[in-house]
Every structure is written in C-alpha cells, then in structure tokens.
C-alpha cells in the first residue's frame, strides 16, 4: 500500500516547492519557471508573490524582464493571464489551447454571437492587425469589424485572443508605471514559433511546483481535463501516495516532503495567487470555511496570509497603511509576527520610495 501523508505533511511539501518556508536565493527567471509561470490578472501580483518568495527582491529585477521580452504576460493556463518565461510562454499556451476552443463554443457572452464565424479567417486577419502594431481589444474588434458587419466588435476581439497566442505588452505591468492592455502575438514579441506542447514534461514540472498532487489536481492547475493517460505513462518513474481521503497522489521522487512539524513563516500572498488556486482539494493550504470567507468578498478576491502555513486572513493595503483582519484570534507571538512582515511587506510596496512617519500595520479583531 502506497504511504498516507496527512494534511499537514501535503502542506508542508507544497510549501517547500513554492519557496514559502523560507525565501529563495534563486533568480526571478529560474524561479518563475520552476513554479510554471504566476498568475497575473491583476498587473502588479507577481512582484508580491516573489517578493514572498526570493530573498531581496526588487521590483526592477522584474520590470526589467518584461521590458526586454525575457517574461511575458500570456493567456495560458485555466484560461486566466500568467508570467511566463519566453520559451515556456511558446509551448504552454498551444497545450491549452482546448480550453479557448472550448470557450469559442460555451461562452455565454460571445459563442452565440460567433456561430457561423469562419474563425480560422478571423485569426488570419487579426494576425498581422496585431503585429504591425500593439492593440487594445476595442482597438482590434473595430479593426475587424469591416470584414463581419453583422457581428459585434467585442465577439470579434474576443474571438481573435481565443485563436491566437497574445502578449500584453509593457508598460501594462511595469513597476510604478501604467498603460492600457494593448496586445501583439506571442510569435511576432518573441521571434520565435511557438512549439508542439510536451504534455510529459509539464506534468513533471507541475509536480515539481505543487506536488504531491492528483490527477484532479493537475487538472485543476492547468484547466485541462483527460490527463490520466499521461499520467499513467509517468507512473514508473513517480512516487506514489494516498492522502488522508484515500486519493492517489503523484510525486517526484526527489522533491522535498519536509516533516510536519517543519516551521512555516508567516507569508502575505496576493489576490489569484496559483498555490490558492492549484489543488481540487485546496484544504492543504486554505480550509473549507476559510475559503468560503474569501470567496463571498462581493466578487472580490481578496489578498491572503499564511499563519503556520495555512490561509488566516486576508489584507488590503490603502496608502500607506496596511490592514490586516484575521479569521481567528491571533496569539500575542503570531500578531508580532504579522507585524514584523508587514512593516516588510510595506516598505516593499512603497518603493522606491520610503514609508513615512504615518506608515502603519494594523491587525484587527477576528472577522
């Protein structure tokens, strides 16, 4: 019988692979792709999730990378905008390519709108709209518009980022700075085609990141479904679990499974951060009734910490003031805690400028 591993134990090794135990020396590249890209909807989340992830980070060090077309921001996984490295933005996103399939049928916004849609030539006449020039969508629907007059703009755009590997292009994203989601194709930023998916291999790397892990947690990350095959086809080389349900796990044989009893910091996470959002069973890292309370936030997500690894609140930072409301009544030793990377946590979000006299932490009474 393969071995149980608990709750606590899954947590603790899910932790270690995402770099929350502790920080990381890595750089922001080989980090970004060892946990298979950060989910990006809102622009500024990935500085916030590596800064609780790497040692000394600065935003520049990401900034940076954008503005030289090393990391991009891509529709990929779970049909949502990631950080993804150059090369990984060219093979990852043709693997799901299913899931914009699937949404050009369903959606109930547009499918209706685009039957009848020759969408292979809506593609080819988006593509070269995009490269000559870095488009918004309302930009490129009016573009297209001429060729479908009887289909709105939106159904059109949103039918060409359905079709088509897009980019948005900085400054969306940059540090300190702002600017409109204008779009290009991956192949035309990058300079390169994109490539045949390796399903194996990111199999392998999602384990890597978020492992041990099911079959439907694997699904649930990159929003595929049918993936048993490929898994089995991995089985001989894998580690194999159960967990505390009876669930069979998968794991790298090598990766860390620290014990339970291993210290886990306390760690401010960002709105959409992937290790919230990449289990079908997420009480690893957020119970049932935590995750209930962050998602009854009107629609919003809102951010949230770790205490002793697991979801206990969430924060929002206005100014320069940092509020933080627990789930729980905190101890005296985790409050101070709280407050310490919170000051952390402040001046970071702050820069480059310094926090003032008025910079404040504040942690409420339980929610």
């Not at 009848?116 to 000559?132: F, I, K, N, Q, S």
Request: proline share 9%; with cysteine; hydrophobic share 45%.
């Amino acid at each position: 019988m393969p071995d149980v591993l608990t709750r606590r134990r899954l947590n603790r090794a899910t932790l270690a692979r995402q770099r929350l135990l502790s920080r990381d020396s890595a750089s922001v590249l080989s980090l970004v792709e060892h946990l298979g890209g950060l989910q990006a909807q809102q622009p500024f989340s990935p500085y916030y999730q590596l800064w609780s992830r790497l040692s000394d980070f600065q935003p520049p060090a990401l900034a940076d990378l954008l503005l030289d077309r090393t990391l991009v921001r891509v529709a990929a996984q779970r049909g949502t905008i990631h950080l993804l490295s150059a090369p990984d933005a060219l093979t990852l996103r043709p693997w799901v390519q299913p899931l914009y399939d699937a949404d050009l049928r369903t959606n109930t916004l547009h499918a209706k709108a685009l039957v009848g849609v020759d969408l292979d030539a809506l593609a080819a006449a988006a593509r070269p709209l995009l490269e000559e020039s870095p488009r918004t969508m309302a930009e490129l629907g009016a573009m297209l518009a001429p060729s479908w007059p009887s289909v709105e703009p939106a159904h059109l755009a949103h039918a060409a980022r359905g079709m088509l590997a897009l980019v948005q292009v900085p400054p969306r994203a940059v540090w300190a700075q702002s600017g409109q989601t204008r779009l290009t194709t991956a192949e035309h930023w990058l300079g390169r085609p994109l490539r045949p998916p390796e399903p194996a291999e990111w199999v392998l790397r999602y384990l890597g990141a978020f492992g041990p892990a099911s079959v439907a947690d694997l699904q649930t990350w990159c929003g595929l479904t049918r993936l048993r095959a490929v898994v089995d086809s991995l089985r001989p080389s894998l580690r194999v679990f159960r967990d505390e349900a009876g669930r069979e796990l998968f794991d790298l044989p090598d990766a860390p499974r620290p014990a339970e009893d291993t210290p886990a910091p306390i760690r401010f996470l960002p709105d959409f951060d992937n290790v919230l959002r990449s289990h079908a069973d997420r009480t690893r890292v957020v119970d049932d009734d935590s995750r209930k309370r962050l998602n009854r936030r009107n629609g919003v997500v809102p951010h949230a910490f770790l205490v002793d690894g697991t979801v206990a609140g969430w924060w929002r930072l206005e100014g320069e003031v940092l509020t933080v409301t627990p789930y729980r009544r905190l101890t005296a030793a985790e409050v101070a805690e709280v407050e310490a990377e919170g000051q952390a946590l402040l001046a970071f979000a702050l820069s480059p400028a310094a926090p003032s006299d008025g910079a404040d932490v504040r942690v409420l009474p339980p929610e």
